[in-house]
């Protein structure tokens, strides 16, 4: 049975180069999501989240590969991140943030396969999803993106860039939250070899 790798298969939307931003046209996919609000270092809602995140992901995949025939990697966790001043992502004011974290899952899952997967997760865990918890489609377009490496805290000199030259350069402006993939774990790396996708959805202004 192959095992589809999407960071192989989809190589444009995840292979951006460092220090330069390039367009991409990012396809409408699924995600498995969550909500939440605040610090992603000190908020309890977004520990949980990514842990939902990734044992729902992950019973989703054996399913797949149980019921379908179908295995693949599971990708690497994304976040969409905004708040009222787009500020406070350059002056890591974290505070204010909001976000929706989330993780692909493949066009060959279905509604079913996700609502079975997510009441296994949940015996599991012996607990109740968060309530934002779903199986969505996100279509993001257009969009501009780098390679970030290094710690997370030092992005904010990169997205000055992006708002105050790139965009007004290429005569565009927002057209969507701020998107962040990680992928690496940080758990497991030095902030110094951190490497993450910013991922700017924008549109023509006017």
Known sequence: ?????????RKSLYTPPAGAFVVVDVPVMQFVMVDGAGDPNTSVAYSAAVEWLYGVSYAVKFAAKDSLGQDYVVPPLEGLWWADDPQS????D????????MIMAPDF???ALFDAALAKTARKRGALPPQTLRFAPYDEGQSLQTLHLGSYDDEGPVLARLHD???PGMGVTFNGPHHEI???DPRKTDAAKLKTILRQPVKAVG
Do not use: S
Request: glycine content about 0%; hydrophobic content about 45%; overall charge positive.
């Open 1 to 9: 049975m192959e095992k589809i790798d999407f960071r192989k298969a």
């Open 89 to 92: 992502f350059v002056t890591r």
């Open 94 to 101: 974290k505070d204010k943030w909001r976000w929706t974290m």
């Open 109 to 111: 899952i279905d509604r």
């Open 165 to 167: 030259v790139v965009m």
């Open 182 to 184: 990680y992928l690496n």
